[in-house]
């Protein structure tokens, strides 16, 4: 299919300019004002094309618990999250199409699901999530959410003796999965990518991390993992290892220019020099920091650093949303309270940057994907300037950023392939998702997890708090 968006907008470096943009096939071919019309014409007068955000860290089948989760820090917030987690492939396949309809729709066309898996359904709960984003079109990352030990190894010990049952899984086991899951399931050349994601070092023995060192390097793939979230892992890491989680890491040798890195709040300053110089990326997820008392990630740190920053929602239940707009805002202005120094404050145009080319280097798509070149995939959004939120008129850019412009995608292209148009979703029927998903809903207004009381009085113990 070919394609030309005539009369556009779109950002230059002294401001915007009015180009036509041509696709055929899977790339952008031509920019350039007054094109010779080819294939399909989309009239893009009063509109911004820019290239596709990334929402580079998420969890799908967190859709059905959104809104529902007591106000807990992460560690125990997890127990509650896993005591009700979905357990049919079908759930899984709706919330991944659900995220990936509601990344599309707030301008991503990328997404990376660290995918919660069914225990003993693995490969269906892959399968799922597999289909729903080739039948929706949007670029997946699945990122299969392994480990190899149980929740209660997550918290710190303080010295206190701990009764930690083994895990369902061996490295051994999740490995193999992973691998079987690779040769099933990976093809990105239609955009469906498969990669290693162990949950992080306080769930993984040093065995299962290598492993996944070891499929990466023989598969040319991503690694992905959740780092340093929260002051109990910088704690469990000390304890574990006597070291920092990222040393840890870099001396297993999982980082490098295909990682990215969940959160990353809890940093040394030693650390952030290994992450830049190996290149590695560290996804920001605002507003999953903030829900959950995290912290906030020293993001112009960073960047100041030489750090490749992107941007995540989280999973809908820690979020709990994926509006990757919403992150973007938050995610670029929550710094301004750490640092008086205004001159380091992030622009609504390095946002966009880092949501675009910063979360497709983190893929290590830099080259293919991430900025409107020619010759690049086109991964698109065209946004329709006159929708109310953007009005009055004033810079597009920055009424995208700092405003709260919810639904003024007009059109999507992923791959070459338009998956929006008019606002809507071509691929799939939205209607039809809408009433899937209310009719799977479990309105549940009150529930008990088993698992967090038995956590929450070693969580108080370890990190200080009086009972
Ligand atoms: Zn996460």
Redesign the pocket.
């Known amino acids: 299919m070919s394609f030309t968006i005539q009369g556009v907008l779109i950002a230059s470096e002294s401001g915007y300019e009015t180009v036509d943009v041509q696709i055929v096939g899977e790339r952008i071919t031509a920019i350039a004002p007054q094109l010779e019309p080819l294939g399909t014409l989309v009239e893009g007068k009063n509109k911004l094309l820019l290239p596709g955000f990334v929402n580079a ?1 998420t ?1 799908s089948p967190e859709m059905w618990q959104r809104g529902s989760i007591s106000p807990v820090p992460l560690e125990l917030w997890l127990a509650e999250l896993y005591d009700f987690a979905p357990l049919e492939p079908e759930q899984v396949y709706l919330s991944a199409l659900h995220t990936a309809a509601e990344t599309l729709l707030s301008g991503g066309t990328c997404l990376v699901d ?1 995918l919660i898996l069914i225990p003993g359904r693995e490969m269906e709960t892959i399968a799922a999530a597999a289909q729903a984003y080739k039948e929706i079109g949007i670029r997946a990352f699945i990122a299969p959410l392994i480990q190899d030990a149980s929740l209660a190894a997550s918290l710190p010990s303080g010295g206190i003796q701990q009764d930690i049952r083994p895990h369902l899984h061996t490295a051994a086991t999740v490995l193999a999965l992973i691998e079987q899951s690779v040769a099933k399931f990976h093809q990105p050349e239609i955009g469906i990518s498969v990669i290693p994601a162990p949950t992080g070092v306080h769930l993984c023995s040093d065995e299962l991390l290598k492993g996944c060192v070891e499929l990466s390097d023989r598969h040319q793939l991503c690694l992905h993992t ?1 780092l340093l979230e929260t002051r109990a892992q910088q704690l469990l890491a000390q304890e574990k290892y006597g070291c920092s989680a990222v040393a840890h890491l870099h001396k297993l040798g999982f980082l490098g220019k295909r990682t990215s890195l ?1 959160h990353c709040v809890w940093l040394e300053e030693s650390d952030i020099a290994i992450l830049a110089e190996t290149q590695s990326t560290v996804v920001h997820n605002p507003l999953s920091n903030l829900r959950l008392g995290s912290g906030i990630a020293p993001i112009f740190h960073y960047l100041a650093s030489g750090v490749n920053v992107a941007f995540g929602c ?2 809908a239940s820690s979020n709990d949303a994926q509006d990757l707009l919403e992150a973007i805002k938050i995610g670029s202005i929550l710094h301004n309270v750490t640092d008086p120094d205004y001159r380091r404050w992030i622009t609504p145009r390095q946002a966009i940057a880092m949501a675009s080319l910063g979360g497709a280097k983190g893929l290590n798509l830099g080259d293919e994907i991430g900025t409107l070149t020619l010759g690049k995939k086109a991964d698109c959004v065209l946004y329709d300037l006159t929708h109310l939120s953007l009005l009055p008129r004033t810079d597009p850019i920055g009424l995208l950023v700092l405003g709260r412009s919810a639904q003024a995608v007009h059109s999507a292209w992923v791959n070459g392939k338009q998956v929006m148009s008019a606002g809507q979703l071509t691929t799939v029927d939205l209607e039809h998702l809408r009433q899937a998903l209310f009719a799977h809903s479990q309105e549940k207004m009150w529930r008990d997890s088993r698992t967090l009381p038995a956590l929450e009085k070693q969580y108080r113990a370890v990190m200080g708090l009086t009972s």
């Open positions: 860290h969890h660290h959740h969940a989280d999973g």
